[in-house]
């Protein structure tokens, strides 16, 4: 199973803009790519994914509009670009990877999942 590390959070005013990443060693052009996020005292959530072989892409309701996910030129990156942010959109971000259908799992059952460390996103008011 490939691992990939997230990257690229930080402490950002309401309205601005991050990009986070999802980088790995190999291509991940033959997987599906999630993002998703925990917030303190809430339950981890999916925010966009990007299915292998696909470049359809889909996103919650909540960021819809703000956040767009896209693959790296050379395909080892998954990128999350965030616009407008909102500071609901406070918590701490992971990606998944996978060549089965498990991101597509993981969207329904987060907490089924073995998650990584992370990255940290703060949108002050």
């Known amino acids: 199973q490939v691992q990939a590390v997230e990257s690229g959070g930080g402490l950002v005013q309401s309205g601005g803009s991050l990009r986070l990443s999802c980088t790995a060693s190999i291509s991940l052009d033959d997987y599906d790519i999630g993002w998703f996020r925990q917030a303190p005292g809430k339950e981890r959530g999916g925010v966009a994914l990007?299915?292998?072989?696909?470049?359809?892409?889909h996103c919650a309701d909540s960021v819809r509009g703000r956040f767009t996910i896209a693959r790296s030129e050379d395909k080892r990156t998954a990128y999350l670009q965030m616009n407008n942010l909102r500071p609901e959109d406070s918590g701490v971000y992971y990606c998944?990877?996978?060549?089965?259908?498990?991101?597509?799992?993981?969207?329904?059952?987060?907490?089924?999942?073995?998650w990584g460390q992370g990255t940290q996103v703060t949108v002050s008011s």
């Open positions: 998944a990877v996978n060549r089965s259908d498990e991101v597509m799992r993981l969207w329904v059952f987060p907490e089924k999942g073995s």
């Open positions: 990007i299915r292998r072989r696909d470049p359809a892409t």
